[in-house]
């Protein structure tokens, strides 16, 4: 409305906010950033896990009688060890990803974004390379970058082409960062092994979307901040911006427009 003066979002993301009328019309916005990193960056690692490892797929098995005799090579996936990750969008929550990824004997990190983080990588020895070199890479990708324009269907036909046919997706940052049509391709047509969604278009997926057919896809509704605590400790954050913005005091979060 006219007299709009404070968004507070419950949320690090901010691409569903129209943010060119927003700023001609001086309205400040409140977001609520480093409180879910660690949350999310758990749930992309349980993600990231349950994909190559095939978790779901093999709960199934066990329910539905598949698990019989013992097979050498039965419900293998890939591991983590020696491996090389691949992480889009080095931000709070890319570099969460990557410092618990680290233990797990991951040898090498690449990131890219819009230009090099130093600072950042210099934790995990993570080298700043162009996207193609990054699909082309990873045994991991992880996508934890920003929607904007530039990102939007980033992970695409091409994308997909240049990885590895062992190479595991995941996305926990927006769905419109990939293209699900182009995704189910790879996936279906093995071009790639498997992939861990936690984010699509839209939301919530229809229950007859392809990509719920696949066995070598995992999606989950969302919930990349859903712990008690960080949900608690989001609310609270979100209501002191708006109270400060409404009384025109800085706000302990706002999104600098």
Known sequence: GPGLKVISTLSVGFDHLALDEIKKRGIRVGYTPDVLTDATAELSVALLLSACRRLPEAA???????????????????GLSDSTVGIIGLGRIGQAVARRLKPFGVRKFLYTGTGPKPESAAEFGAEFVPLVRLAEESDFV???????PATQGMCNKDFFARMKKSSVFVNTSRGAVVNQEDLYDALANGQIAAAGLDVTTPEPLPTDHPLLSLKNCVILPHIGSATYATRSTMAVLAAKNLLAGLRGEPMPHELKL
């Open 142 to 148: 992880v996508v934890t970058c920003a929607l904007t």
């Open 60 to 78: 199934e098995q066990v329910k539905s009688g598949g698990w019989t005799t013992w097979k050498p090579l039965w419900m293998c996936g890939y």
